[in-house]
């Protein structure tokens, strides 16, 4: 019981510690302005929308951006008032636009989301442009290391095992009528010849492969072989997000050229992650991201048996620049006796290869790409 209230305690500290935000952007191809409130689990909110005013009500007070005129389209001025219970939220609308009605979002952990659109008034409403044909898509697979960089080394090399998944993976999506475009084709790294420093080849070579994330590609998957200091087997997929998990860290920072420019690439992917939390695109895109983890994990796994180590985020520089759903994929350990002896057999490569294609085909097929990458 006493345990019980300690952690009730702590969980109100909890949410206390954190408050709420409220943001705005406005989308003007789409013709609505996009209020949002993130507010921790729990806290009490009501909305009213009467004519050109909408009334948010919050148990918390929220911190929001420092100009409190959105000047665009839709709302001609937000009001934030502090109250007794927390905080009321006004918004004018302009006239002839309208609130539709407020929906609930998921947040990051222990928070959600109420999001309020605003539509702009019909005359104010860009004509909406016409649809192209989609085109068929792109998708970038990144052969992780190569040239001067074997990657990590047990039973098998990763640069080759990499690069011949890839190479595979391009036979089949081609086969399906798909552009694939490879980071490399052979065994060679992406920085200038004249380059001599090992870690300033590996910051060059990275950032080209990371550079090739936007554009007109649709997709980006980087495929990597693990390695641990205790056996471990199996598959894990990652997209760009940050992590409290030390050995996902450690994994990072070797990935992104171990030692002391691993933790600085590390450093500087997990200040990205840490601003995309704050960008409502970026957001989105690595939703899609995450979803194109899982059909690639789970077909990965359908296919090999294998140990389902899951999907998590990490701070891989590669998936720094993303603007297409990135994800970057451990498809297994080089120096577990089994699984490092797998990875040597083109049989099971071939496998590997097949799960990452169906699972890019199935993200395709969701048409998640054209909403995502265009
Ligand atoms: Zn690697």
């Known amino acids: 019981m006493r345990a019980l209230a300690s952690l009730v305690l702590l969980l109100s500290a909890l949410a206390w510690a954190s408050p709420g935000w409220m943001r705005w952007a406005a989308h003007d191809d789409e013709g609505f302005t996009r209020f949002v409130f993130e507010l921790p689990v729990g806290t009490a909110y009501a909305t009213e929308r009467s004519g050109a005013l909408v009334r948010v009500t919050l148990g918390l007070s929220v911190k929001a951006p420092e100009t409190l005129r959105p000047g665009d389209a839709a709302v001609e001025r937000v009001e934030l008032q502090p109250s007794a219970e927390g905080a009321e939220v006004r918004l004018y609308l302009r006239p002839g636009a309208t609130a539709k009605k407020p929906f609930v979002l998921e947040g990051p952990e222990g928070r959600f989301r109420l999001v309020i659109d605003v539509l ?3 005359a104010g409403r860009a004509a909406p442009p016409p649809k192209p044909k989609p085109p068929a898509p792109v998708v970038v697979i990144d052969p992780g290391h190569g040239g001067p960089d074997p990657g990590t080394v047990g039973y098998v090399k990763e640069k080759v095992v990499t690069l011949d998944i890839a190479l595979r993976v391009k036979k089949i999506l ?3 009528g798909i552009e694939v475009v490879l980071t490399r084709d052979g065994d060679y790294d992406l920085a200038p010849k004249s380059v001599k420093d090992f870690d300033e080849r590996k910051l060059l070579d990275l950032n080209q492969r990371a550079k090739m994330t936007n554009g007109n590609r649709n997709l980006f998957v980087s495929i990597h072989v693990n390695s641990a200091e205790r056996p471990a087997r199996g598959i894990e997929v990652y997209y760009l997000g940050k992590t409290l998990d030390p050995r996902t860290l450690a994994l990072a920072i070797a990935e992104n050229g171990g030692g002391e420019l691993g933790e600085k690439l590390t450093q500087k992917a997990e200040s990205t992650a840490e601003a995309a939390l704050a960008d409502l695109i970026a957001q989105g895109n690595l939703q899609f991201s995450a979803r194109l983890a899982d059909d690639i994990l789970e077909q990965l796994i359908a296919r090999t048996g294998t140990k389902n180590r899951g999907v998590h985020s ?5 998936l720094r620049y993303a603007r297409i759903p990135a994800v970057l994929v451990e498809v297994g350990f080089a120096n577990h006796p089994t699984e490092g002896r797998l990875l040597a ?11 990452i294609a169906a699972g890019i085909l199935e993200m395709l097929g969701n048409g998640a790409y054209a909403a995502a990458g265009r």
């Open 345 to 355: 057999r083109a049989d099971y490569r071939q496998k590997l290869a097949e799960g």
């Open 120 to 122: 702009q008034p019909e």
């Open 174 to 176: 081609e086969a399906r």
């Open 314 to 318: 990490a701070p891989f520089y590669v």
